[in-house]
């Protein structure tokens, strides 16, 4: 498999810059619900939503959590076999979310469908079975500088999701198992992904990598928003693993280049 790197230069400049601006745009598509509201009351319709988007699909939470302990165990025995399958499953992950999260039926606006996180989750789910196709996933956990592993509290945090129907701090070891955040939302799921990705760079697939970290960028944002509300201050905690996960992942390529360019001089003397 070609490199991260390798594969990077053979792309047209201006690849990342539209595909980030897709998702930016994605990001503003209008919210579309049965009954009418005020454009102002767009973030409060969509928590209305994610409040009970996912509720028909809870008990199929325990399958997302054992399927990711499975996988991880399997890269730890057998890497050099299940690249295809960690990126297919990524991107079937992608498509469930798009379908789970993004529309249901509200008590106060009926019917609602987020149509940027329907189309953006389409979009990663697409991008990554294309990895999965192109075979640009090449997951190992062997020589990981020690400080990507220093990530996972943030990553567990994210497949934890250890909230409860108050929105307050609740750390049951069974929603270790059974929280159905995540495995069905972008925002819980991303975060687990993103770690994995981040052990493994830069043998990941350059255009699903950057995709799922700048729209994991983006969401984790918007949700600083809680922040302001006293009542969801535990939800901003808990997308924090999201933000700073995506932020590291978009960094790494840069950080990664700069090492290319200082060790170029060095090799060539003498």
């Not at 934890?160 to 972008?186: E, I, K, M």
């Not at 981040?198 to 809680?226: C, E, K």
């Not at 922040?227 to 996960?245: E, N």
Request: aromatic share 12%.
């Amino acid at each position: 498999m070609t490199s991260a790197s390798n594969s990077t230069h053979d792309r047209p400049k201006w690849l990342y810059p539209v595909a980030y601006a897709l998702l930016l745009v994605l990001l503003f598509l209008p919210v579309l619900a049965e009954r009418p509201f005020a454009p102002q009351d767009t973030q409060q319709v969509i928590v209305a939503l994610l409040q009970v988007a996912i509720d028909p699909y809870r008990h199929l939470a325990p399958i997302f959590h054992l399927a990711t302990v499975l996988l991880i165990v399997l890269i730890a025995l057998r890497a050099s076999t299940i690249g295809r399958t960690l990126a297919a499953y990524i991107g079937l992950n992608y498509l469930v979310i798009a379908l789970a999260q993004s529309f249901g039926r509200t008590e106060a606006y009926g019917l609602v469908l987020q149509t940027g996180a329907l189309i953006s989750s389409l979009l990663l789910g697409i991008v990554w079975i294309r990895a999965a196709l192109r075979a640009t996933l090449v997951p190992s956990f062997r020589q990981v500088p020690p400080w990507r592993y220093g990530l996972l509290p943030l990553a567990l945090l994210a497949f934890w999701a250890p909230y409860n129907a108050q929105v307050r701090p609740d750390f049951d070891p069974l929603l270790l198992l059974n929280s159905a955040d995540y495995g069905l939302t972008f925002c819980f799921t991303t975060p687990v992904f993103l770690f994995l990705l981040i052990l493994f760079y830069p043998q990941v697939d350059p255009l699903a990598y950057r995709l799922t970290a700048f729209n994991g960028l983006l969401y984790g944002l918007i949700n600083m928003t809680h922040f302001f509300d006293p009542a969801l201050v535990w939800m901003g905690v808990l997308h924090l693993p999201l933000l700073i996960l995506s932020l590291i992942a978009l960094l790494l390529p840069r950080l990664a280049a700069r090492r290319e360019t200082v060790a170029i001089p060095s090799e060539e003397q003498p």
